[in-house]
């Protein structure tokens, strides 16, 4: 088991940054990936960006370029660094984290943080 725990939303202007931050309650050294996924209303979930142990990132194309993922396995913690901010881009913002052992992966999610990014 792992609880996360999700910081750092907030309410900023077009064109701002963000740090978000996700705390787990244990050592996220050998969980399998990591990542943050947002939610906008009345839309899906969708992935932002992810992290693995070993380093590998990837982006939804509509924050590549702008937005960082990052892991501190010293401190568990996730950050997701959120530049050039856009209206589009406002949304609840939930830690992930995937823990594979053999054939079994468990999912673990985080209550959400709010992201508003006004024009």
């Known amino acids: 088991q792992v609880q996360l725990v999700e910081s750092g939303g907030g309410w900023v202007q077009a064109g701002g940054s963000l740090r978000l931050v996700c705390s787990a309650s244990r050592s996220i050294y050998r969980l399998n990936r990591m990542g943050w996924y947002r939610q906008a209303p009345g839309k899906q979930r969708e992935l932002v960006a992810a992290?693995?142990?070993?380093?590998?990132?990837n982006y939804a194309d509509s924050v590549k370029g702008r937005f960082t993922i990052s892991r501190d396995n010293a401190k568990n913690t996730v950050y997701l660094q959120m530049n050039s901010l856009k209206p589009e881009d406002t949304a609840v913002y939930y830690c992930?984290?995937?823990?594979?052992?053999?054939?079994?992966?468990?999912?673990?999610w985080g209550q959400g943080t709010q992201v508003t990014v006004s024009s």
């Open positions: 992290i693995t142990t070993g380093g590998s990132t």
């Open positions: 992930n984290a995937i823990d594979t052992a053999g054939s079994t992966s468990l999912n673990y």
